[in-house]
């Protein structure tokens, strides 16, 4: 009987501890959309014939925020081995240290942007909007799996 309790348990523990990284990676996609949303806002209003800066400045405030937010949605577990659908890649945890510099890089571009954006500088988003994208991609590049 304590045996099968002990099972029971454990089994508990281990549907539990999956569920709670499933919903990691489930957060984690919801904020990802929410950022790309946020930068598409910002290349769209690039593209227009008469930018909005107001919705530039919101956008990029709202990736700035997002962007300082990253490493606390990459929990230990939460990635393939958790048995969730996720594109995160290994070498996040294994190189802990370049994955926290990738994304330091990241929320400067993306504190750069929302100054630039904030001063009304078309100019100067146009420049940073291409340098935050440099950052999306470098992390990528080395963090993220290519979609199936």
Not at 21 to 35: F, G, I, M, N
Not at 107 to 123: F, I, N, P, S
Request: aromatic content about 6%; hydrophobic content about 45%.
């Amino acid at each position: 009987m304590a045996a099968a309790g002990l099972l029971v348990a454990a089994t508990a523990g281990a549907a539990f501890a999956q569920s709670a990284a499933q919903k990691a990676v489930a957060a984690r996609q919801e904020q990802y959309k929410q950022l790309g949303a946020a930068f598409k806002t910002i290349n769209d209003e690039l593209k227009a014939g008469s930018p909005d800066m107001a919705a530039i400045g919101a956008a990029a405030g709202k990736m700035n925020t997002l962007a300082g937010k990253i490493p606390g949605w990459f929990p230990k577990g939460s990635g393939v081995e958790s048995g969730a659908k996720t594109r995160a890649l290994p070498a996040i945890w294994s190189d802990a240290a370049g994955f926290a510099a990738a994304q330091r890089g990241f929320q400067a571009e993306t504190a750069k942007l929302q100054k630039v954006a904030a001063a009304g500088d078309l100019a100067g988003v146009r420049a940073q909007a291409r340098a935050v994208g440099g950052g999306c991609k470098s992390c990528h590049d080395k963090y993220r799996a290519p979609e199936k």
